[in-house]
């Protein structure tokens, strides 16, 4: 399998800029965890989903974060308008939820500059 | 609702020493609990979880960590550490039961090793 794929892998862009990074799940995994990491407040739980419905949105920062999962293997993650705070890198990952220990399989992460 | 405490963000050792990470929980109820390690530029990768039955439980590169429910503890060792074992290491729980999915992490653990 080709695991959690994420792109872009890097983005920089001007404070204001709309940046939408974008997640493929492990095919047949039916939960998707959107995290933000920063050397200030480590790792952070953003939102998740489960069978494309989003779950739990209360990591989400502000109104300007926003996350769509319009199928089982496709989700983005939208800054609009983006800020210098909202650097950080951006990980996605998936679980298979079927009642037993709903690991969590990371991708490789997408590291958001914002200047 | 659950914690995980990790002491020590930096940790050093000395190479053949013997590695000690520490995670405790906060939890009225045992919940699953997990190790991951993260490898520079890339998302977390699994180490190792307890589900339930045996408390000692065997992960990859030489990792093994004991589920001790009196001491809510679920600390990771490695009997000879070696150069290649110098990553950030994260704990993490999620409840044994309810519909909640999503896992929490500690804030991590540097480790060091020592030539």
């Known amino acids: 399998d080709a695991g959690v794929i994420q792109s872009p892998r890097h983005e920089v862009t001007e404070m204001g800029q709309e940046v939408t990074l974008r997640c493929k799940p492990i095919?047949?995994?039916?939960?998707l965890f959107w995290y933000r990491q920063t050397m200030m407040r480590g790792l952070e739980l953003l939102i998740y989903?489960?069978?494309?419905?989003?779950?739990?949105d209360s990591g989400m920062p502000e109104d300007r974060f926003s996350a769509k999962m319009p199928n089982a293997s496709f989700s983005t993650l939208k800054i609009q308008p983006s800020e210098p705070r909202d650097s950080a890198v951006y990980f996605c990952a998936s679980s298979l939820s079927n009642g037993a220990t709903y690991e969590q399989y990371f991708g490789p992460g997408t590291r958001l500059t914002v200047t | 609702a659950q914690s995980v405490t990790q002491l020590g963000s930096h940790v050093s050792v000395s190479e053949g020493a013997l590695v000690l990470l520490r995670c405790n929980y906060s939890?009225?109820?045992?919940?699953?609990l997990f190790w991951y390690v993260q490898y520079p530029n890339q998302g977390l990768q699994l180490l190792l979880k307890y589900t339930t039955g045996a408390t000692l439980v065997k992960g990859i590169n030489g990792f093994e960590a004991e589920f001790k429910k009196s001491e809510t503890s679920f600390h990771l060792t490695k009997p000879s550490a070696h150069m290649s074992d110098a990553y950030e290491y994260f704990c993490a729980v999620r409840p044994l039961s309810g519909s909640a999915r999503q896992l929490t992490f500690g804030s991590g653990t540097q480790l060091t090793v020592l030539p």
């Open positions: 989903f489960n069978n494309n419905v989003p779950i739990d």
């Open positions: 095919s047949g995994h039916n939960s």
């Open positions: 939890s009225s109820v045992p919940p699953y």
